[in-house]
């Protein structure tokens, strides 16, 4: 049954317009209880290529910087505070070493 | 609160008995899908839950486009895993049931008519076509080609300078309409070809670009139901009208075969 036109399941954009097109908008239609109708399939499909397109186009030219940006990722958030505070703690420890140095040599003076 | 029943489509019992169902997962991700038999018929289905995918709420998720992008592909995906295996009657995208008696009523009331489809569309295959163009290359190959503007060009070059300058710009308009003529023609010619090879075909809505997300415009759209036998025949008149056309900046694109999405009507 396949002969390498079936329709594709990956997010190329045709195939995406294919089953969208397809599966929100035609199907055999007996009336379940739950009813639900797909509002606006153009509107959605657009969307949903923007969607896809978006980070599709991203990922390949190599722009995955919201995977780490603080603002967008609350690991990457986590992550830099930490290394903020070990940061500051080795700021301080240097602090204090200088300023020790400092107490020393000022006792030392004449 | 009884659990909610998410019909993906309908299979012929016998076929069933063939093939084991695969093992797939429901729309929630969760549940699995299972098929009930219905005496010759059996609905492949999976459940949901009633407060979850109510009413409200699933009106709320059909509105949003990651989960429906999710969803849509899923009922596709499970319907081709199905299609591989049996003749199926593909349901539209939730079509959900409150329960397992409901759902029996409706099979019971449409039997006949679903069994009939199901001999008529088991030899048969859905495939759809669509044709893009580069716009530039066609208005190009009807300004040099097209007999209409040929005559006007030739009318133009025994005019007076300024009266050339206005029926330039009235040629090139003409250009235009021209060009959107050759389109539709040249579209509705490889049409008739493909349909009268076809058991029954339909011309679908044209998409604009940002629907498609392509350089190329879409030109046409339509779908074919076509007999096991003729595939092969209907895919080569495709693959060498592609050949022949894409130099002038015609793309055919062609994917099948679909479960007859168009084709299986029940009411």
């Known amino acids: ?110 | 609160m009884e659990k909610l029943v998410y019909l993906y489509g309908i299979i012929p019992t016998k076929e069933k008995e063939k093939h084991p169902l695969p093992s797939l997962k429901g729309l929630d991700g969760e549940s699995d899908v299972y098929s009930l038999p219905f005496d010759e018929l059996d609905a492949v289905v999976c459940e949901l839950d009633p407060v979850e995918y109510g009413e409200k709420e699933l009106e709320k998720k059909t509105n949003d486009a990651k989960w429906l992008h999710e969803k849509a592909f899923h009922h596709h995906e499970a319907l081709m895993k199905l299609y591989e295996n049996y003749p199926i009657i593909p349901m539209k995208f939730c079509t959900i049931y409150s329960n397992h008696d409901s759902l029996l009523q409706t099979i019971n009331h449409h039997k006949q008519r679903m069994m009939e489809m199901l001999d008529d569309i088991a030899d048969k295959e859905e495939w759809i076509l669509k044709i893009y163009c580069e716009a530039d290359k066609v208005k190009q190959g009807v300004a040099s080609y097209n007999e209409a503007i040929e005559a006007k060009k030739e009318e133009i070059a025994s005019m007076s300078p300024g009266r050339q300058y206005l029926e330039k710009r009235k040629l090139d308009q003409l250009i235009d309409q021209e060009t959107e003529k050759e389109k539709r023609a040249f579209s509705e010619k490889i049409h008739k070809e493909l349909a009268a090879l076809s058991v029954d075909s339909e011309v679908k809505k044209i998409w604009k670009k940002d629907v498609t997300g392509r350089t190329e415009e879409m030109c046409w759209n339509s779908v074919y139901m076509l007999n096991k036998s003729v595939v092969d025949d209907f895919l080569s008149i495709v693959k060498h009208q592609q050949e022949k056309w894409s130099v002038s900046g015609w793309h055919f694109e062609l994917t099948g075969p679909w479960p007859s999405y168009h084709f299986a009507k029940v009411s």
């Not at chain 1, 239609?29 to 153009?42: H, K, L, Q, S, Y």
């Not at chain 1, 722009?63 to 080795?90: G, I, R, V």
């Open chain 1, 1 to 110: 049954m396949n002969n390498g036109n079936s329709p594709q399941t990956t997010t190329q954009s045709s195939n995406l317009v294919d089953v969208l097109e397809t599966v929100l908008d035609k199907g055999v239609v007996i009336a379940g209880d739950i009813r639900v109708g797909i509002a606006d399939v153009e509107l959605l499909s657009i969307k949903i290529r923007l969607i896809v397109a978006s980070v599709d186009k991203a990922k390949e030219i190599g722009m995955d910087w919201w995977e780490t940006d603080p603002y967008l990722n609350s690991k990457a958030a986590e992550q830099e505070q930490k290394q903020l505070k070990e940061e500051n703690k080795k700021l301080l420890e240097r602090l204090e070493k200088l300023e020790g140095k400092m107490a020393d040599n000022s006792s030392r003076l004449p």
